[in-house]
């Protein structure tokens, strides 16, 4: 892109990651508007719309130069499927519509490592190689991985109308130093318990990071980039972890130590990022001063 955008929409800018987002935005130096159904005090005014209506979000686009997509039911397990499915779904539809009317050159949209089909699938079924990459196929099987991968194929549709282009993050597990503690420290002690995460996951200062580096990117069309700490959330070496729980997946040479299960090279070559927050150099309670972002 030629010029930088300065007038960014964050959706889901009162979320967990969506917080941290729309404050490294404003840090530098971005005009952020926070479009949510939960109101949310912070450096960046909040405009209520619920992204299944396309007259709000028409509404709520208007005058940005970039979107940044984080709006969604985050879980499968947070609401029926069909509502999961239809709120992510015609959400994506919506913004991706609305933006490519209103002349928006640059879309962020909050992917998944899901769609893979990890975590979250019905059927147990093994990843083809690790660490995985882009070029592994897309298996999805419950609601919210569908949503995340037909996101996905929204992103390249609009793209390949030429008025816009998107940048698809697949995020890993996403977390603050305090979530870390709560959530994943518990399972150094019970290994099975994150095997269908893969052990993965991604600081929400990096994710913000990696959003501003999106909307910067000198990209065309559609790119889709996995978005990990390079390390796992586990004090056990990653081949001995894919040893045990997934002895039939072959790994891949430079698969070794602590190693993510998840690839993020195609992030640093399209991006220019690479995670800066790990819990092993951060400690469990990281350098954010009172905890979670």
Known sequence: M?????????????????????????????????VDLVPQEGAAPFRRADLTDLGQVYGALRGADAVVHFGAIPRPTFDTPDVVFRTNVMGSFNVFEAANALGISRIVYASSVSVIGYPFHEKPFDPEYFPIDEAHPRQPQDAYALSKTIGEDLA????????????????????????????LQPMWNDPAAGASNLWSYIDTRDV???????????????????????????????????????????????????????????AE?????????????????????GGEL
């Open 2 to 34: 030629a010029d930088q955008p300065r007038r960014v929409v964050v959706t889901g800018g009162s979320g967990l990651a969506g917080r941290a987002v729309v404050a490294d935005l404003v840090d530098h130096g971005y005009a952020v508007t926070n």
């Open 156 to 183: 390249a549709g609009f793209a390949r109308r030429g008025h816009l282009s998107v940048v698809s993050l697949r995020l890993a597990w996403i977390h603050t130093p305090r979530t870390f503690a709560a959530q």
């Open 208 to 266: 913000g990071e990696a959003v501003r580096l999106s909307l910067a990117a000198e990209i065309e069309g559609h790119a889709a980039a996995f978005v990990a700490a390079p390390d796992t959330f586990m004090p056990i070496p990653s081949r001995d972890l894919a040893a045990t729980y997934y002895p039939s997946v072959p790994l891949r040479d430079q698969f070794g130590n602590y190693d993510s299960f998840f690839d993020s090279t195609s």
């Open 269 to 289: 070559r399209l991006l220019g990022f690479r995670a800066k927050h790990s819990w092993r150099d951060d400690g469990l309670t990281g350098a954010v001063p």
